[in-house]
């Protein structure tokens, strides 16, 4: 009788851990514009998902400005600053520019 007990609660642990849904894997990126007239994307293809993104925005004169399915997020051109943006990024093609200088600035993000 102790035996089938013992094997009823381990039985029932391990149907409750493979109830309990995993955390979401939270991707990360970095963005990076300036000091001169660079600007990058720490990967060019990704999987979609959740990302923390950190902007380095190197210049006064830049900004770091990146759109795609359901994200429109940017950095202010007059400061220099790092931020973090937590994105949820879908299955597209995203774009990160200066919007100042976006003929000779721009970049792309693939996700799948």
Known sequence: MRVLTLLAAV???????????AAPTV????????PGFTISMSAKTVKHGVYKI???D???IHNFHLTGP???????????KTVTWTVTLKKGTYRFV??????????????T
Do not use: F, Q, W, Y
């Open 98 to 111: 200066c919007d100042p200088h976006a003929t000779v600035m721009h970049g792309v993000l693939k996700v």
């Open 70 to 80: 359901g994200v429109n997020k940017l950095t202010s051109v007059a400061g220099v």
């Open 27 to 34: 991707g990360k990126l970095t963005g990076t514009d300036g």
């Open 54 to 56: 950190t902007v380095r």
């Open 58 to 60: 190197r210049s006064s």
């Open 11 to 21: 039985v029932g642990a391990l149907a409750l851990t493979a109830a309990t849904p």
